[in-house]
């Protein structure tokens, strides 16, 4: 069955610092790529997308990722983190033909001061 | 324009009780889709609509529940005789087509079951 997975449940990185978050979707077709951060008890807000071209995307907030096809991997990076940062990140992909969209299980970033 | 509403934002009842969750799509989205997100998990894939009808409720845990979308535009999702299992997120998103691979999300509504 198709998956994605976040292999890291925690991060915990100083404010300033950079941060990256990894995603490796199963092998296949390649997907439509999508970030995501939720804020508890809120909803999922989109970071950014990939469907196709430059391999590296651009999104708001100052995130960034980019997809390698030979790894399966689309992980999601930010130079220098902010306090407002702190937040739980989902990774999810959507395969060609199909419309549902397939979740990773999440990363929790806290941020220290 | 409006993105996605869903109501209510909370939802607290009790073990055995019925309970109805509304979705208000983006107007003109032909797509419709309901996910459960249970704590510390991704979002699951429950039901879609293309128009009125379920093209795929694959999703939906079991039998108590059911989700309609009888004028191709608001959606139920209906959960009967409640769990505390069924404790969790509950998120609609909408797509302006089945083929357009971007779903836009609502705020969701988080049911609580004691």
């Known amino acids: 069955a198709q998956s994605v997975t976040q292999p890291d449940i925690h991060i915990t990185v100083s404010e300033g610092a950079s941060l990256e978050l990894r995603c490796n979707y199963s092998?296949?077709?390649?997907?439509?790529l999508f970030w995501y951060v939720q804020s508890p008890g809120q909803g999922l807000q989109l970071l950014l997308k990939?469907?196709?071209?430059?391999?590296l995307v651009q999104g708001i907030k100052g995130f960034e990722a980019e997809f390698k096809r030979s790894q399966s991997s689309f992980n999601l990076r930010k130079p220098s983190v902010h306090w407002s940062d702190a937040a739980e990140y989902f990774c999810a992909v959507a395969y060609p033909g199909t419309y549902k969209y397939i979740f990773g299980t999440g990363t929790r970033l806290k941020v220290l001061a | 324009g409006a993105g996605v509403s869903q109501t209510p934002s909370n939802k607290v009842t009790e073990k055995g009780k019925y309970v109805e969750l509304r979705c208000d799509p983006i107007s003109g989205h032909t797509a419709l889709y309901w996910y459960r997100q249970s704590l510390g998990q991704g979002p699951e894939f429950l039901i879609y609509?293309?128009?009125?009808?379920?093209?795929?409720d694959s999703g939906l845990p079991n039998d108590r529940f059911f989700a309609v979308r009888p004028e191709g535009s608001v959606s139920t999702l209906k959960i009967q005789r409640t769990e505390r299992g069924d404790s969790a997120m509950y998120l609609c998103?909408?797509?302006?087509?089945?083929?357009?691979?971007?779903?836009?999300f609502g705020p969701g509504t988080r049911l609580t079951v004691t």
């Open positions: 092998y296949g077709a390649t997907p439509y």
């Open positions: 998103a909408s797509s302006s087509s089945g083929l357009d691979p971007e779903q836009y």
């Open positions: 609509f293309q128009g009125t009808g379920a093209a795929d």
């Open positions: 990939y469907f196709s071209g430059d391999t």
